[in-house]
């Protein structure tokens, strides 16, 4: 010891930071979901200006979605598959080019048919969204910041529905609405060759340092290489994943699709007015995508199981969903908006979490497929209850009942998840 280190304590050496590339990744995906939510909501903020145009019924526009949600289910898991099997760069690119056709084509319809098939084109091809998203996370994360990765380019789909908002009005006043779709269309196109220039895998990307990719890949090697989709389907922890997204989709689906019209029923807003209703709601909705996946992750880093950190994250985000339950008996637009913003806070907390299953307990190889299971019963559950939907608000004409689902599901969805992988182990692929 020498003279200048005697009577001194240990000397602390800071570790070297392992580098950020991987976080310029989650940024592409963020302005992907961005752009999917912007594409995907258009239709909720015309209903009430295309239902006039063209005399939809309540049950007219749940068919619309109904027929969207159907093809995103179908092709959900048809795009996992694809994303394991050629990976996340060419299978994401494929959806998404797929998808912005899609939604440019909604400017050519003249009837109900017309819409629902422009609709199909979208539902197709933003399937490939999160399939694409979370395959992408897990082989460029460490499992300990897979949540809040996923959190964070999950909260893209909040400021998509921020920004619609926001350009639709101005759009559809100036140009008229096919030229809305025409122009969010061509503008989306932009990310495109922008992700295919930038995306590779860690080990094929040049700018990325030695310390980051040790980081990168610091958990257990995979053990296997290859998973059919019938193993998948025999496995607990697939079931835990499917039947959660069974469970909580169709609520985000239903506030994607119907929240204009209900606050246009319930407080008289219109086409120019939803703005900040909106975009306050799905602000709250970024802090929670945002803050379940950090919550789960600080307390993995505080030394908290995987399985604690995952379920009590989701229990808090399940507990936060209960008050929309009475959210149509508020008097008061902020009211209504603050406990649908609460709910649509706690659905992107929990989602965060539950995402991140398919990736803590499953071989690399196999996540994509999973993921894709999983959101093909996501959209089955949509369907159903858009049709639930349309029904009630046809025959009803209240948003009570859908709202007291809307307020239960979190915590059934967590008590399946928990029954199923009560240890949160590595699935026995």
Same mark, same amino acid.
């Given at each position: ?12 050496? /800071? ?12 940024? %592409? ?8 939510? @912007? ?5 909720? !903020? ?7 145009? !063209? ?74 969204? !999160? ?6 996370? #897990? ?8 949540? %809040?990765? #996923? ?23 100036? !140009? ?24 590779? /895998? ?8 030695? #310390? ?13 290489? /290859? ?7 025999? =496995? ?42 909106? =975009? ?41 969903? =209960?008050? @929309? ?9 902020? =009211? ?20 991140? %299953? ?41 948003? #009570?009942?859908?709202?007291? @689902? ?8 967590? %008590? ?6 009560? /240890? ?6």
């Amino acid at each position: 010891m020498t003279d200048a280190t005697q009577g001194q304590g240990p000397i602390s050496i /800071k570790a070297p930071s392992p580098g950020k590339y991987r976080w310029l990744v989650m940024w %592409l995906l963020f302005a992907a979901m961005v752009i999917n939510y @912007v594409d995907r909501q258009m239709i909720g !903020f015309l209903k009430p200006l295309l239902s006039d145009e !063209f005399g939809w019924s309540e049950t007219d526009y749940a068919d619309i979605v109904f027929w969207f949600q159907a093809s995103y289910a179908l092709f959900y898991a048809i795009w996992g598959r694809i994303m394991d099997k050629i990976g996340a760069r060419f299978g994401l690119g494929i959806a998404f080019a797929i998808w912005q056709v899609g939604h440019i084509l909604h400017a050519g319809a003249r009837d109900l048919n017309h819409f629902i098939m422009a609709r199909m084109v979208l539902g197709v091809g933003e399937a490939g969204g !999160f399939p694409g998203g979370i395959k992408a996370v #897990t082989e460029w994360f460490p499992k300990k910041e897979r949540a %809040l990765a #996923t959190g964070l380019f999950n909260a893209g789909t909040n400021i998509g529905a921020i920004v619609t908002p926001l350009i639709v009005p101005v759009l559809v006043l100036a !140009f008229g609405w096919q030229m809305a779709f025409v122009i969010t269309g061509l503008l989306g196109l932009i990310w495109l060759p922008i992700w295919l220039i930038l995306y590779r /895998k860690p080990r094929e990307t040049k700018k990325l340092s030695a #310390t980051e990719l040790a980081y990168i890949e610091q958990d257990p090697a995979d053990t296997v290489e /290859k998973v059919g989709w019938l193993k998948l389907l025999t =496995v607990k922890e697939t079931w835990a994943f499917a039947l959660g997204k069974f469970l909580i989709d169709p609520i985000w689906w239903m506030f994607l699709f119907w929240l204009p019209d209900f606050l246009g029923k319930q407080y008289g807003l219109d086409l120019k007015t939803f703005g900040p209703p909106i =975009v306050a709601i799905y602000l709250l909705s970024d802090v929670g995508s945002v803050g379940g996946g950090w919550l789960s992750s600080r307390m993995m880093h505080r030394g908290v199981s995987l399985n604690m950190a995952r379920k009590l994250t989701m229990l808090i985000c399940a507990l936060l969903a =209960v008050p @929309v339950m009475f959210a149509a008996f508020a008097s008061n637009l902020w =009211v209504a908006v603050l406990i649908i913003g609460i709910a649509t806070a706690a659905h992107q907390g929990f989602s965060a979490n539950l995402y991140a %299953l398919p990736g803590d307990v499953f071989p690399r190889s196999a996540v994509g497929s999973v993921v894709g299971i999983g959101g093909m019963l996501g959209g089955i559950g949509g369907m159903v209850f858009s049709k639930y939907t349309g029904q009630v608000l046809e025959q009803i004409g209240s948003y #009570t009942p859908i709202f007291i @689902v809307a307020g239960s599901v979190y915590l059934i969805a967590l %008590l399946v998840v928990h029954l199923l992988t009560p /240890k949160y182990a590595p699935a026995k692929v």
